[in-house]
Nanobody, 119 residues
Framework: VQLVESGGGLVQPGSSLRLSCAAS????????MLWARQAPGRGLEWVSG???????YYADSDKGRFTISRNNAENTVYLEMNNLNPEDTAVYYC??????????????WGQGTQVTVSS
C-alpha cells in the first residue's frame, strides 16, 4: 500500500488549498479513505472520510469549510479546504481504513503534507 499526499504549502488566512492523495497497492475503489491532521504538539486528529460509495463525513470543526472527494478512475482522494485559518496549520495525512469515520488501529497513512496558514 502506498499513499502519497501533495498540495500543501504556506498560505494566508482566508485562502484555499486542495490536497491530493495518490493511492496504489490496493483496491482503491472499494476502500474507505480518510484525511487526518497533526498540529504541532498535538495528536493525530481525524478531519474527514469518504466511503467507496462516495458517502462523506466531516469533523464538526471543519464542516462547511472542507470537502472530501475521490476519483476512483485515478485512484486519488482530495481534500478541498476553504477559508483557512491559523488553527488549520498542521501536517495533513491521507489514510486508508476499514471505515471512513475516526482513526483506528490498523489504519494506513501516507507521509503527510505540511499546511501552514500565516499572515
Amino acid at each position: 500500500v502506498q499513499l502519497v499526499e501533495s498540495g500543501g504549502g504556506l498560505v494566508q488566512p482566508g485562502s484555499s488549498l486542495r490536497l491530493s492523495c495518490a493511492a496504489s497497492g490496493f483496491t482503491f475503489s472499494s476502500s474507505s479513505m480518510l484525511w487526518a491532521r497533526q498540529a504541532p504538539g498535538r495528536g493525530l486528529e481525524w478531519v474527514s472520510g469518504i466511503y467507496f460509495d462516495y458517502t462523506t463525513y466531516y469533523a464538526d470543526s471543519d464542516k462547511g469549510r472542507f470537502t472530501i472527494s475521490r476519483n476512483n478512475a485515478e485512484n486519488t482522494v482530495y481534500l478541498e479546504m476553504n477559508n483557512l485559518n491559523p488553527e488549520d496549520t498542521a501536517v495533513y495525512y491521507c489514510g486508508m481504513s476499514e471505515t471512513a469515520v475516526g482513526i483506528k488501529e490498523g489504519d494506513i497513512w501516507g507521509q503527510g503534507t505540511q499546511v501552514t496558514v500565516s499572515s
